[in-house]
């Protein structure tokens, strides 16, 4: 027989604690990705190469900003945590890509994929904290700033993604 899970019985700060501490688990992460996929992408295309390593920056930004909500929330994250994250983006370089050494032809679309999926939860993350704890979160932070910026972002990675799927196929990429 399987049990149910109450969650009605989960203390709502506890709730939401979980919820702060996987996005800063993740944010850790694609942050991880975004540096790797500028240089990955930046080998096939140095202007799309650059644009990663702008939008990395950007994350970099952002990851802070989530840091000091958790904060004014009186969240902690373990480092733990963040470590997992990390070590966890550097073993998905030897995910099953084909490849015994070095990235496949079709990693850097993966990556840009990871990306955006990331980039599109970080979105949500602020648009959740403003409907759930809109005065909790430090005065200078505008969540729904930073909501546009990830859409903005994931916009950005469709479009160098659309841009770079077609050259793959080109004759230098078999």
Not at 73 to 95: D, F, S, T
Request: proline share 5%; hydrophobic share 40%; charged share 30%.
């Amino acid at each position: 027989m399987r049990s149910r899970i109450h969650l009605d019985d989960a203390p709502f700060e506890d709730l939401l604690a979980t919820y702060v501490r996987d996005h800063l688990t993740g944010a850790a992460g694609g942050h991880a990705l975004a540096r790797r996929a500028a240089e990955t992408t930046g080998q096939l295309d140095p202007d799309a190469g650059r644009t990663l390593r702008r939008l990395a920056k950007d994350i970099g930004e952002d990851r802070r900003d989530l840091r000091r909500c958790a904060a004014a929330l009186g969240i902690r994250q373990p480092r733990l945590r963040e470590l997992v994250a990390q070590i966890a983006e550097r073993l998905g370089r030897a995910k099953l890509n084909a490849q015994l050494l070095g990235t496949s032809t079709l990693s850097p679309v993966l990556e840009l994929d990871l990306l955006i999926m990331a980039v599109s939860g970080k979105a949500r993350v602020w648009r959740t904290l403003a409907v759930l704890v809109p005065d909790a979160v430090p005065s200078d932070i505008d969540l729904d700033a930073l909501e546009r910026r990830a859409m903005a972002q994931r916009e950005e990675l469709e479009t160098l993604q659309d841009r770079l799927i077609p050259r793959l196929s080109e004759p230098s990429h078999d």
